[in-house]
């Protein structure tokens, strides 16, 4: 297999793993944002911890059911005992993982250039101009700006994605420098195939 394209969760269930790991490198939750996220996960590595889960596991034994996923947690696995790659030579299955689109460029949007704009532009003025922007057919328009949103759709980081340039251009802070950083990232965002 050369490629595998999954979105996270599959991703994670591909390779065994819990949903708060990474699918790629020995790194918990709490580590997924370091600079270095560690050493790359090994077929071995993840076979190993599998096969300690597998003692504690008698199918005949309930108990023993609540037992081994309550470990496999502990260990940052998903309670998968037997992956279907086990038995294939030299397969990796997170070296075959693709980016997540969604994960990798929408929520690195959210998480990261949105953040620094509205930092440069300042919270409440973002949200002004935002407001302030004219409703378009097809683009969410955000009347009440975005700092009281708990949870954002993808549809709506898209739509926000759309209009951030226009809203930080001419913010003092916000340098020619910076806007054509931004919108080199919304290229490559919303225009993956250019």
């Not at 708060?20 to 590595?45: C, H, M, V, W």
């Amino acid at each position: 297999m050369a490629v595998w394209s999954a979105d996270y969760p599959e991703q994670c269930l591909l390779v065994g793993l819990a949903s708060n790991q990474s699918p790629q490198f020995i790194a918990g939750y709490d580590k997924l944002e370091d600079e270095d996220p560690g050493e790359l996960r090994t077929k071995d590595s993840v076979l190993d911890m599998m096969k300690e889960l597998r003692v504690i596991y008698d199918e005949d034994e309930a108990d023993s059911i609540v037992a081994c996923l309550a470990a496999a947690g502990e260990c940052g696995l998903n309670g998968v005992l037997e992956p279907w790659w086990e038995d294939h030579i030299d397969f990796q299955p997170w070296r075959t993982i693709t980016p997540d689109i969604l994960h990798g460029l929408h929520h690195f949007f959210r998480d990261h250039p949105l953040k620094w704009v509205r930092k440069l532009v300042g919270h409440a003025e973002y949200d002004r101009r935002l407001s302030a922007l004219q409703p378009l057919i097809g683009v969410r328009h955000f009347p009440d700006g975005i700092s009281h949103l708990k949870q954002i759709t993808g549809k709506e980081d898209r739509d926000l994605q759309r209009t951030v340039v226009a809203i930080s251009a001419g913010a003092p802070k916000m340098t020619g420098n910076c806007l054509r950083a931004m919108r080199a990232i919304l290229d490559l965002i919303l225009h993956p195939a250019i």
